[in-house]
């Protein structure tokens, strides 16, 4: 049912006679439709596939190795709570990064905008029937930091608003890029500043242990395709 109205609402956007409503509408109706390809792929996935956990696992292994658990008992606490914070940001960071670009007068690159972003999420959370895995927190031993107050929060927003499932590639690294990208490509300082966050977003995926470090790595390089790709629109 859910599929359904989903797939009706545009179809309901688009027969809508336009107004400011509808147009407003129309720009932020993308922010639904992310929150629907997360969920929905979640509903037909089989259990966690200990083959796939292993290969992530042995990627981290042979060229990270146990540098980001180190770094996160070890390393100094400003950087543990600002990539932590990174983290937390990627959720906002889309609608920002859209919200920037309207108020500096690029309204009209909304569908390029929103092409990039959910191409990038759609990628990724559309893979997790056919890979679903644990995050490493899940699975390594004290793979929580215990110094960092944000991650409190990151694990709070996790535990009540995810699907507690590991998505390959990271949804979150591969639209916090193409986001960048996107503001980058019409805003280069500005886009300067979206793009630093979006790698700080990938690398305290990995320092919090929240993705592997395959999942931000293959993220990064499906946030630059969906980027490329919406640059046909």
């Known amino acids: 049912m859910r599929a359904l109205l989903a ?53 981290d292994d042979r ?75 899940a699975l390594e031993r004290q793979a929580d930091p215990p110094r960092s107050t944000i991650r409190r929060m990151n694990m709070a927003v996790l535990k009540h608003g995810s699907v507690t499932l ?7 690294a591969a639209t916090a890029l193409a986001t960048a990208l996107a503001v980058l490509s019409r805003l280069p300082v500005d886009g300067a500043v979206f793009l630093l966050i979006a790698l700080m977003i990938a690398v305290g995926s990995v320092v919090g242990r929240y993705h592997y470090a395959a999942d931000a790595v293959a993220g990064l390089l499906v946030g630059i395709a969906a980027f490329a790709v919406s640059k046909l629109v």
Do not use: K
Not at 166 to 172: I, M, R, V, Y
């Open 7 to 59: 797939a009706a609402a545009p179809a309901a956007i688009a027969a809508w006679p336009y107004t400011r409503t509808s147009e407003a509408l129309r720009d932020w109706l993308p922010l639904v439709y992310l929150l629907i390809g997360y969920w929905l792929p979640a509903r037909i996935s089989g259990p966690p596939n200990p083959r796939v956990e292993r290969w992530l696992q042995a990627f």
């Open 63 to 137: 060229w990270v190795g146990v540098t980001p658990q180190r770094f996160a008992h070890l390393g100094p606490r400003v950087a543990i709570e600002l990539l932590e914070l990174a983290y937390l940001f990627c959720y906002p960071l889309m609608p920002i990064g859209f919200s920037w670009l309207t108020l500096h007068g690029w309204r009209g690159d909304a569908d390029r905008f929103w092409t990039s972003v959910l191409l990038a999420a759609f990628c990724c959370y559309g893979a997790l029937p056919w890979l679903p895995t644990r995050p490493p927190r």
């Open 166 to 172: 590991n998505t390959f590639p990271s949804g979150h």
